[in-house]
């Protein structure tokens, strides 16, 4: 009988359940036997169970600091050697813990699960997993006990998927398995519109969807792993976010968003950011891809990618990585520049993003407008904007932090709950369609699990660009600016606020062509009022965007971009990016041969 007529027979036989413990729910021996009992009570009530076990505590970080003590640099596969250490411990005492609760479990490393990863330590991907040995050893009555974040490469050398990966193993298995629930324990009791470890005043969500936990999660939100969630809509598998303490439901992680018409869900804070400008890029076509394929290299994740409209052929590029990142990012740009004979650099490294996301932000000047008014109220300045079709994105010196993040999430109600009329409307809305588990796998024969899959790449010629030069960066402005184009009716599509040398930044809005010479009047008169530089625009641009799911964690889907605008000898005007959108704005009449350009880049991975 072929693997697939058996796992469907299986399937039918009895509701599966993957519960995943992360660390902090199993930091203890005492908290290891209340996980176990968990296991055991959804074994009695008729589930077969899997458990994806982290490594208790904070041991993962011991380990991290241990290799530091002995090497600056250690070889990734001896660190992935060491790091899955960690959650073999775990498993292990849990399967005891079963046991001596008088059950029947078994721990199973990635390799023994047969969990086939490609070979970049520390980063893996995973390839394919098998379902025989588990399947054998429920079907025996059996608690199976994986041990998360690890897998194994073509040679037996074994791989762990980047931190806090035992989401993605989690979500994975319940995948391939067609599991009915995919259980998250972790420390806190679900997915809230904020970071509560944060802001106090942050309220749980009945369900939050997929693209805004993605944007949420690599936003900081700190519940799960992002690629994790990229998985999860890809195989379509809801996820239960709940606390390990208590028994209460928690969130769940499905298609559609809390409450169908609300602009913003969430707001979350990435507080280790730092930002890097680039002066005086010349702006040819080819000079994004030479700098951020160098970056890319080094699997640095870029994010907020600002470039200022050239002024004398030349451009500003400014955008964020990690703080951690700084350093190695550094490296690269300083490569580009001698290659490009570019300016210099400035970094930052005192600042942090603020972010609202919302699947009904679909017009970003209501939206905008109020988050910038809640800044100016507080006296904070806006250093950079980006905006993707679900999120604003602000970065704020590091200090006002928390101030920025309070009034943003107080400016869209955040804390309100919604009704039960708007829950039963987002439900009944949209419900969840599962995908068969064995469709899963066949899908998987064909693909590598975790490999990039594109929705769509489209060209959007009905829109203009108008940029506000030389804006005082100083609180206020922003808000006053949008307040003053909302009132005037203006729908606003793409945001982008450069990095401005000498306290002077670039605002530029996309905004459909008839509204242009409305939105170049409101701005030349915004101008004068508030000593701005003027104003340019080019009616006719032309926005691509090439959607689909992985983006962030594949970076180089933003460098296949360049890179076919570059051979083309298309210059890129604007840049956007986020989870599951790559936009840049080109000239207009280019536009069709970027889109050519674009869907043959793209033709391997459009599925
Ligand atoms: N133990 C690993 C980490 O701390 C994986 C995980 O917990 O998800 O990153
Ligand atoms: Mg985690």
Known sequence: MSPLGSKSESKNSAPLVVQKFGGTSVATPQMILAAARKAIRAQQEGNGVVMVVSAMGHQTDHLVELADEINENPP????????????????????????????????????????????????????????????????????VIAAGFQGIDEN??????????????????????????CEI?????????????????????????????????????????????????????????????????????????????????????????????????????????????????????????????????KANISFTVPRSELKMTLAAVNEAIATLGAGSVSED???????????????????????????????????????????????????????A????????????????????????????????AVDVVERLQGMGMEDLTIHSVTLDK???RVTLLKVKNSPGIAAEIFETVAKAGIFVDM??????????????????????????????????????????SSPSIAKLSVSGIGLRSHTDVAIRTFRGLADAGINVQMINTSEVRVNVVVDGEHGDQALAVLQEAFADAIG
Request: proline share 3%.
């Open 462 to 464: 009905s829109q203009s």
């Open 495 to 536: 945001i982008v606020q450069s990095y401005g040398e000498n306290e002077q930044a670039d605002l530029t809005l996309t905004v459909p062509r008839d509204s242009l010479d409305r939105a170049t009047t409101v701005l030349t008169a915004l101008s004068d009022e508030l000593g701005c530089g003027g104003v340019t």
């Open 185 to 313: 324990y972790t420390d806190v009791d679900g997915v809230y519109t904020t970071d509560p470890r944060v802001l106090p005043e942050a309220r749980r969500m009945n369900h939050v969807s997929y693209d805004e936990m993605l944007e949420l999660a690599s936003l900081g939100a700190g519940v799960m792993h992002s690629r994790s969630i990229e998985f999860a809509k890809k195989f379509n598998v809801p996820i239960h976010v709940r606390s390990s303490m208590t028994d209460i439901p928690g969130s769940m992680i499905v298609a559609q968003p809390e409450v169908l018409d609300k602009p913003v869900s969430g707001c979350a804070v990435t507080r280790d950011e730092a930002r890097i400008t680039i002066f005086d890029v010349p702006d040819v076509p080819g000079t994004s891809y030479e700098i951020f394929s160098r970056i890319a290299r080094r699997k640095v994740t870029v994010d907020m990618i600002v470039q200022n409209v050239g002024e004398n052929d």
């Open 76 to 143: 990734a596969r001896e660190m992935d050697m060491l790091l899955s250490t960690g959650e073999q411990v775990s498993v292990a005492l849990m399967a005891m813990a079963i046991d001596s609760l008088g059950y029947k479990a078994m721990s199973l490393t990635g390799g023994q699960i047969g969990i086939r990863t490609d070979s970049s330590h520390t980063k893996a991907r995973i390839i394919s997993i098998s379902t025989d040995r588990v399947q054998k050893l429920l079907e025996e009555g059996h608690i």
């Open 349 to 403: 490294d005192r600042v942090a993003k603020i972010s609202a996301v919302g699947l009904g932000m679909a017009d970003q000047s209501g939206v905008a407008n109020r988050m910038f008014r809640a800044l100016a109220d507080e006296s904070i300045n806006i250093q950079m904007i980006t905006t993707s079709e679900i999120k604003i994105s602000v970065l704020v010196q590091r200090d006002q932090m928390l101030a």
């Open 405 to 436: 993040l309070r009034s943003v999430h107080r400016a869209f109600e955040l804390h309100i709950p919604p009704s039960e009329t708007q829950l039963a409307a987002s439900i009944i809305g949209a419900p969840v369609e599962r995908v068969d």
């Open 156 to 181: 037996f050398d074994i791989t762990t998927l980047g931190r806090g990966g035992s989401d993605t193993t989690a979500v994975a298995l319940a995948a391939v398995l067609g599991a009915d629930a």
